[in-house]
């Protein structure tokens, strides 16, 4: 990777830090940095889960790089195969995400941190996403996912004054998985990952290609949807080897062997 960006893998787990002090901040080339790792995972069959962090203690990530757009780096620039930080528009990604937010996640930091699938955060992090208060707006995903993820009063409050969230108060509304002392987090980050990892591969990349494809969709529509025949990791999934070993493994009292086929 690089300097900024740094990858570490753990059996089937790949932990990916975003490393740019003093405030993680992401500029074009590190949203590329970031898109290159998740790529990794994708492309990587013996991966089942990623985890994303920030160094340091103070900042899981500030957004979007200011001091970069002084510079000249227009809000459009060319952010990679995954748009901003390398998740939020990253639509092919078939793996789950989970982030492990160590710190303040504001702006696009919170939209990445959105764009996971699951969020563990340390009990001092703090969300918000501030751009309507210094005349922009959260458009790499907040001003879409937070709606949707929270009731909407709630959501159009945070986005219209900036005002910042506790991890505790994001999990009582269901949007942080877990709250954990600082010193825990990534511990607690891998145990889960941990978790999703003994599950089969396919089966968790049919969850995700159901639930992208069904996203909004009422129940009976998305029934339709998932039984159209056109999601080929869902179709994949009961004529695959990894289901007659996960039924053999259950049946000899055994844990199953996946091979993600």
């Known amino acids: 990777m690089t300097d900024a960006v740094k990858i570490q893998r753990q059996g089937r787990v790949l932990e990916i830090t975003l490393d740019r002090p003093k405030a993680n901040a992401i500029d074009a080339a590190t949203s590329k940095a970031l898109g290159a790792a998740f790529q990794s995972l994708q492309d990587d069959d013996s991966l089942s889960v990623g985890i994303v962090t920030g160094a340091g203690a103070r900042f899981f990530s500030a957004g979007w790089d200011l001091k970069a757009a002084a510079e000249g780096e227009a809000p459009d620039a060319d952010q990679g195969i995954g748009g901003f930080a390398g998740l939020t528009e990253y639509w092919a990604l078939k793996k789950p995400v989970i982030a492990a937010v160590n710190g303040m996640a504001l702006g696009g930091g919170f939209e990445l941190a ?9 009990d001092h992090a703090e969300f918000a996403l501030p751009e309507a208060t210094i005349g922009l707006i959260a458009d790499a995903g907040g001003v ?8 909407r009063a709630i959501a159009m409050e945070m986005l219209m004054t ?11 509304w269901g949007l942080v998985n877990q709250v954990v002392p600082a010193a825990g987090l990534l511990e607690a980050a891998h145990a889960l990952a941990q978790k999703v990892a003994a599950s089969a591969p396919l089966s968790l990349q ?13 129940t009976q529509d998305a029934y339709q949807k998932m039984r159209a025949a056109d999601l080929p990791i869902y179709q994949s999934v009961y004529q695959s080897e ?5 039924m053999a493994a259950l049946s000899e009292k055994r844990p199953p062997d996946w091979k993600g086929r």
């Open 162 to 172: 900036g005002r910042r969230a506790s991890a505790q108060e994001l999990a009582q």
């Open 206 to 218: 049919a969850i995700k290609e159901i639930d992208s494809a069904t996203e909004g969709q009422n």
């Open 114 to 122: 959105l764009a996971a699938d699951m969020i563990v955060a340390a």
């Open 144 to 151: 879409i996912r937070l709606p949707r993820r929270l009731p």
């Open 242 to 246: 990894d289901a007659a070993e996960g």
